[in-house]
């Protein structure tokens, strides 16, 4: 099998092509079919008939938190935290920006009329995240503070600053669980009438939880793809979703996962027989699906390991194929830009 390093999933992007907010409606994005040999522009609302009564879609349905929280230290010199875990009790784990790091124990006052208390590193003393304690005027939870003084943790390639459509937007009509720092956000598409429209061709619905962390936007900085590290992200699957896959394996159904996301949670479950926990999987060219045979995605950074992801599981010749054919046809890209529809290619593996 070829061997491949950093550059090898690098792309030039013209820079409107960021997409700085979302499509007018959910499921009016466009949609890239890929399938085949030859891409076919079409529209996100055409999904329902590209599938098979039987086929099994399997969803994130991880909730975005309002995780970017700003306040000042004792000198008055401004802070952000940006909330990546909340942990037991009072306490979180937390990225923070801010000019000179304050000492454990400082008392961080933060808008909104609570605080923060930094004791120390986690998850060990010399880790990358810093940990806090919470603490509101009415002992409210991290979660409360954060939805209540919080903003939309949006992508760093969005320039705006949050706003009342990005809380709605950057959001699936599905979310349920809380902790996500990022939106799974190929099920952004989604909406009721294609939710309806999925029900009534009979095709099948789950889902599983992987709480996206900060990390899904950190660059890969060496260009030997052994020496990286990925992120570490939490995960859950229920004991229905496994059923409801055996159930299409048994029927001659696909499994078509709904995101990166969905795919790291399944392939981390084939991986290693825990359906939750803690996952740093690191899927690139090389891997062998076990559980998907349809990818929803949408376009991703370049040199990204999501980019290796995709090449992973449809080809890399074909997947740096149709993003030449997607910047030819100015699809919108990232969080708010359109989707794409893979198969897997099996000989990507070898």
């Known amino acids: 099998m070829r061997s491949f ?47 098979e009564p039987g086929d099994l879609l399997v969803f994130n349905d991880t909730q975005v938190v309002k995780a970017r929280l700003f306040g000042a230290k004792p000198s008055g010199g401004r802070l952000e935290l940006l ?13 923070m920006k801010v000019s000179k790091k304050p000492p454990p124990g400082t008392v961080l006052a933060m808008d909104g009329g609570f605080t923060a208390t930094l004791l120390g590193r986690w998850p060990q003393a010399d880790g ?57 956000t190929a099920a952004l598409h989604f909406d009721e009438a294609v939710l309806a429209a999925l029900e009534a061709r009979g095709v099948q619905r789950a889902s599983c939880t992987l709480h996206v962390g900060a990390g899904t936007f950190q660059p890969v900085k ?12 939490r995960y859950a ?42 996952t740093s999987i690191f899927i690139r060219p090389g891997h062998r699906f076990q559980v998907v045979d ?12 999501l980019m290796m992801l995709v090449s992973a599981f449809a080809g890399h010749g074909h997947v740096m194929a149709l993003y030449r054919h997607a910047i030819a046809q ?6 708010y830009g359109d989707a794409m529809l893979l198969a897997r290619d099996d000989h990507a593996a070898l």
């Open 222 to 233: 060496t260009e030997d793809l052994d020496a990286h590290r990925m992120h570490s992200e």
């Open 237 to 278: 699957i229920p004991p229905a979703t496994l059923d409801a896959i055996a159930a299409a394996r048994a029927r001659g159904g696909r499994v078509l996962a709904v995101g990166t996301t969905t795919v790291r949670t399944l392939e981390s479950w084939a991986q290693t027989g825990r359906a939750e926990g803690d």
């Open 128 to 184: 990358p995240l810093f940990r806090l304690a919470l603490q509101g005027p009415a002992g409210e939870t991290p979660h409360a503070l954060m939805a209540a003084h919080g903003h939309v943790p949006l992508p760093p390639y969005i320039t705006h600053a949050d706003t009342a459509e990005d809380a709605r937007r950057y959001q699936t009509v599905f979310a349920r669980a809380p902790g996500a720092v990022a939106a799974p």
């Open 5 to 51: 390093s950093l550059r090898d999933f690098d792309f030039a992007l013209p820079p409107e092509l960021v997409a700085q907010h979302p499509a007018a409606e959910r499921s009016a994005s466009r949609l890239l079919d890929g399938r085949g040999a030859q891409p076919v522009d079409r529209v996100f609302r055409e999904l329902p008939r590209l599938l």
């Open 330 to 335: 100015r699809y919108r890209f990232f969080s």
């Open 83 to 95: 909330v990546e875990r909340v942990l037991q009790g009072s306490e979180v784990a937390a990225h």
């Open 294 to 305: 349809l990818l929803l995605t949408n376009f991703h950074l370049p040199k990204s390991t």
